[in-house]
């Protein structure tokens, strides 16, 4: 990669990091449901310490990656009041550290390169529901994907383990997932399978809590036309779906190339042991690759967005 090059996209990714701040979530255990270390992109993360809070706090990271959700964690640290801007990638798996390289606080890096995963970051000195707030920016060339969006809250204190990473609030489990016509869209989604993650995070086991998808025994054209017929889709901690996951062949032949609507339920799958901890909800991002033909302003860009749940 040019030199030039490289600093474009670090700039690109660090302003959007930097944007996203104006609304970053405010707790004490922070979801950021999508990363990338792909070659070429940059996936930025952004902390402040704003609570009541030390001279120094620890700040925990437990990563979630690959096709496994391997669980891999360690410990950083944020001074006062500080603003901790870094790529997720280590400088060895390609990324470009901190921003301000003279930032005293400590990130956690991820070590590899080519994987895609979820964050969770929980402050454990401070017993406060304030005391981190945080954005993720995400630039891929390659993809056309700049995005930029804000850690989802759980609102606990976490520096006692029975509140970090305890999602469980969350009880997203309906979605109306829909799709523009595949000449034009390539439309996947992300979902991240929530619950209360903190009994696995304190003993480093991964999360294997799974979630089983269901099309509720129809699909429907762009005209509204149902076509009946049941089909599945599971994921285990967290995973890509596609609209033909959710559809039987013929459903998928009759709804044809002009999009789709499929009204996704998902139901709560026992994790695999040692892993103790069970679905509550679902965190589904939706990714959206403008195919070349569309032409400018929006071929070759791909959008991503949290996916709103209920039917």
């Known amino acids: 990669m040019k030199t030039s090059f490289k600093k474009t996209l670090i700039a690109a990714s660090a302003g959007a990091a930097m944007l996203a701040a104006v609304g970053t979530a405010s707790a004490n255990s922070l979801l950021f449901p999508y990363f990338t270390t792909a070659t070429g992109a940059q996936s930025v993360l952004s902390l402040s310490n704003t609570g009541t809070a030390p001279a120094t706090e620890a700040i925990h990271y437990v990563y979630n990656y690959g096709s496994a959700c391997t669980h891999y964690d360690a410990m950083g640290s944020l001074t006062a009041n500080d603003i901790l801007s870094h790529s997720i990638a280590s400088t060895g798996a390609g990324g470009f550290g901190k921003v301000v390289s003279t930032d005293t606080s400590v990130p956690v890096y991820f070590p590899l390169a080519g994987?895609?995963?979820?964050?969770?970051?929980?402050?454990?000195?401070?017993?406060?529901?304030?005391?981190?707030?945080?954005?993720?920016?995400?630039?891929?060339?390659?993809?056309?994907?700049?995005?930029?969006?804000?850690?989802?809250?759980?609102?606990?204190?976490?520096?006692?383990?029975?509140?970090?990473?305890?999602?469980?609030?969350?009880?997203?489990?309906?979605?109306?997932?829909?799709?523009?016509?595949?000449?034009?869209?390539?439309?996947?989604?992300?979902?991240?399978?929530?619950?209360?993650?903190?009994?696995?995070?304190?003993?480093?086991?991964?999360?294997?809590?799974?979630?089983?998808?269901?099309?509720?025994?129809?699909?429907?054209?762009?005209?509204?036309?149902?076509?009946?017929?049941?089909?599945?889709?599971?994921?285990?901690?967290?995973?890509?779906?596609?609209?033909?996951?959710?559809?039987?062949?013929?459903?998928?032949?009759?709804?044809?190339?002009?999009?789709?609507?499929?009204?996704?339920?998902?139901?709560?799958?026992a994790p695999t042991a040692p892993s103790v901890g069970t679905m509550t909800g679902v965190v589904m991002m939706k990714m959206q690759k403008v195919l070349p033909a569309v032409g400018a302003p929006f071929g070759n860009l791909q959008f991503l967005h949290r996916e709103q749940a209920g039917l």
């Open 115 to 269: 994987q895609t995963g979820f964050l969770v970051v929980s402050n454990k000195t401070t017993a406060s529901v304030d005391a981190l707030r945080g954005s993720m920016a995400i630039a891929d060339p390659t993809t056309g994907l700049v995005v930029s969006y804000p850690g989802i809250d759980n609102g606990l204190i976490t520096n006692v383990p029975a509140g970090e990473g305890n999602f469980a609030a969350n009880l997203d489990k309906n979605f109306p997932l829909t799709t523009l016509p595949n000449g034009l869209v390539t439309t996947s989604w992300y979902g991240v399978v929530v619950g209360d993650m903190s009994p696995d995070i304190a003993v480093g086991h991964n999360w294997t809590a799974g979630a089983s998808f269901t099309n509720n025994g129809n699909v429907y054209d762009n005209d509204e036309h149902p076509f009946s017929g049941t089909q599945t889709k599971s994921i285990t901690c967290a995973g890509s779906i596609v609209a033909a996951d959710l559809m039987t062949g013929a459903q998928a032949a009759a709804v044809g190339p002009n999009g789709s609507l499929i009204k996704a339920t998902a139901t709560a799958i």
